[in-house]
C-alpha cells in the first residue's frame, strides 16, 4: 500500500471499527508518535555510526526498524488526517521549496546550517 | 505527490543533486526527524486541547503545520530509504497486525493500555 | 541525591565501571534520551488532558512516570557532561534570560506564542 | 543552581508570577519539552560523530547547546513538578536499580542490548 491516500482510508477504517477516534485530539496524536519515534531511536542509539547502515540491512534489527518506522508512518498520518493536512502534497510542496532554498549548484557537498 | 515510492524517488533525486546522502547515516536523519517533530510540538504545546482540531484547521497554524508533518515524513522517508525498509508495506502489515492483536469486536471504545 | 554535581559524578562512576563511556558520543546520548522520552510519551497520550493530573498523582502511573523521568534526567545529566556543559549554572542563566523576555507585568496569563 | 529543589522553586516562582501554571498540564509540558529536545537534535544531526565532541566544547555550538540542554532540564523539572514526581531521589534510586541490573563484573564493554 504506497499511495497514501488508501493509507488514511485503512487507517479510518481501523480506527472507526473501534470507535478510536474519540482518542485521537491531535496532541495525543502527537505523543503517540513521539512515542514510537523513541521505539525507533531506542533501536538505533547505540549503533556504531560508521556500521548502522550493514548492522540494519541485516537480520534482527532490519524487522523491528521496519515495524517501528511503519508504526511512526501510522500515527503521522492519522495526525495528519486529524488536522486536515494532506499528507502527500504538503510533502511535494516543502520538497520544492526546499529545493529553491538550497540550490543544488550552490550547496553541493554541504551540509545545510540549521538556523 | 501521494505514491510513497514516486516521494522516495524524488527525495532521492534531491539529495543525489547536492551530495548530500553522504550526511545521511541512519542516525543522523533519525535526530533530524526528531528535530521536526520538535516543531510540531512547537506548534501544538500550548494550545488547548478542547480547541485545537477548529485552531488548526483555520489560518496560520494549519500552513505551519502542513510545512512540519511534511518535514516529519520527508526525513521517514529518507531513514526508511537508508535503512532498506519499504515504508508503504510495512505500515500495512503493521495496522493488519495491529487489527489482529486488538479485534474491533473486544476493544471497541476502549483505549489500548501501553505496556 | 538533589544537586546535579552529585548526580554527574555518580553517573560517571556507574560509566567509568562498565566502561560504557566508549558509547557515549552525543549524537548517541541524545537518541537515548529520545528514548526515554518516547516512553514517558506512550505512559501519558491516552491519558485525558483533563484527569491526568489525579491519574498520575495515584498508583501504576505514578511510579512508572517517575522511572522513566528519572532516565531522562539521568540522560539528560550524561549529555550535558559529554558535551561540556554545566547543568545547573545553565538552567539559571536561562531562567533569567526568559524572566527578561517575558516580563511578568506584560505577559501575566498569557501563553507565550513560540516563534 | 545545582540544587533541583531549589530549581524546582525557581521555575514555580516563574511560573506564579505569569500566571502561566494554567497551560501546564502533563500532555502539554511533555510536548514542551519535545519541542526542546529537537532544538538539540536540530544543533547535532548534521554534526560527524567523530568530531562532535570537538565542535561542541569550543565556540558558538556550546553555547547553543547550553541553552537548549538548559530548557530540556527546565521542561523536565515542570514535568516532574505538575506529575508530582521527586527528580533527584527517582534519579538516585534509577541509577542503582540500573547498576543491579547490569553488574559492572558482567557487562564491562558491552552496549546494553535494548529489547
Known amino acids: 500500500m504506497y499511495d497514501l491516500r488508501e493509507l488514511t482510508e ?11 477516534e474519540q482518542f485521537h485530539d491531535a496532541k495525543s496524536l502527537l505523543l503517540a508518535l513521539v512515542g514510537e519515534v523513541g521505539e525507533v531511536a531506542e533501536l538505533l ?7 548502522v547502515r550493514e548492522d540494519v540491512k541485516a537480520g534482527r534489527l532490519h524487522t523491528r526498524l521496519a515495524e517501528e518506522l511503519a508504526d511512526v508512518l501510522l500515527y503521522l498520518v492519522m495526525l495528519a488526517d486529524e ?12 520538497l520544492a521549496a526546499t529545493a529553491q532554498r538550497y540550490p543544488a549548484s550552490k550547496f553541493r557537498g554541504q551540509a545545510p546550517e540549521r538556523q
Open 45 to 51: 542509539q547505540w549503533q556504531p555510526a560508521a556500521t
Open 10 to 20: 485503512a487507517v479510518r477504517t481501523f480506527n472507526r471499527d473501534r470507535d478510536w
Open 83 to 94: 488536522t486536515g493536512v494532506d499528507l502527500g502534497p504538503a510533502a511535494a510542496v516543502k
